[in-house]
């Protein structure tokens, strides 16, 4: 999710883009995990605001904001619950790959719900470190990506989701407050992940060409960041596009 996007506001109202589906796989039925990375959430704020995340966690893909999801063939999702993990060495920026390895470790080490083609393992960072995924850049204007990959001892598909720290100069700044701009990027990443999971290794699901995917469309067509999201259930979440109603939407 960047904030580069085309600006034209007219665009944004005369615009009706349509998500086609490319007959890749969806997750009818997904669930989602969340894995802490960093000491910086064992800390009494990180904890706090851990605690927050959590109940949105399971709060928005279960509640009215995953109604929309109904439109792609998604059933609102299951909170399976989370862990905290290691960062690895300090580091300023984390890659893709480094998601990666962090969502494989949690997997045989924290005693977390075990990939069964169905789940998204979420992975937040903590403050002051960069996201990148080799094109895009946290530090520019990007609040995460979700993604898959296939284990190499297993065969299954892991599907994850990774979570840039909002804070000064890093992610997309759509309030003022960093957990609510985390919450607001999570919705997004799990609304995509959930209608096209295989977006950078397989075939895809639910997509647009030109203004990409379900959460990124809304912010393509350039609507100011201050109209796309509001609160449900007091977890701060993204507006996302319906093909029904071509416009972003705000189910409560």
């Known amino acids: 999710m960047t904030t580069q ?13 349509l998500l086609r589906y490319y007959g890749g796989k969806i997750l009818e039925n997904p669930k989602f995990v969340s894995l802490y990375a960093g000491d910086f959430w064992s800390t009494r704020q990180g904890a706090t605001q851990q605690a927050k995340i959590d109940r949105c966690s399971s709060s928005v893909p279960s509640g009215p ?33 480094d998601i990666r390895t962090m969502v494989a470790t949690a997997i045989r080490q924290s005693g977390v719900t075990a990939p069964d083609g169905e789940t998204v393992y979420t992975v937040f960072l903590p403050p002051k470190v960069a996201l990148t995924d080799g094109y895009a850049d946290s530090r520019d204007g990007m609040g995460g990506y979700h993604g898959s990959y296939r284990d190499e001892k297993t065969g299954k598909k892991v599907y994850y989701a990774a979570i840039a720290y909002t804070d000064k100069g890093n992610g997309v700044q ?3 407050n960093s957990v609510d701009n985390i919450t607001i990027a999570a919705s997004h990443e799990w609304t995509e992940a959930v209608t096209d999971p295989d ?17 990124d469309i809304p912010i393509s067509l350039g609507y100011p960041l201050s109209q796309l999201w509001g609160r449900i259930d007091g977890c701060a979440v993204q507006k996302e596009w319906s093909n029904a109603l071509g416009e972003p939407v705000l189910t409560e």
Do not use: C, D
């Not at 944004?12 to 883009?17: L, N, R």
């Not at 063939?73 to 989370?82: A, E, L």
């Not at 075939?203 to 959460?215: A, P, S």
């Open 5 to 17: 996007a085309v600006t034209n506001q007219a665009a944004a109202s005369s615009t009706s883009p």
């Open 65 to 97: 904001h995953a109604s929309v999801w109904e439109e792609y063939g998604v059933s609102p999702g299951t909170f399976k619950g989370s862990a905290r993990i290691p960062l690895g060495n300090p580091r300023l920026a984390v890659t893709e790959r």
């Open 174 to 176: 759509f309030t003022s």
């Open 199 to 215: 977006v950078n290794a397989g075939k895809l699901g639910w997509y647009n060409k030109r203004f990409g995917e379900v959460g």
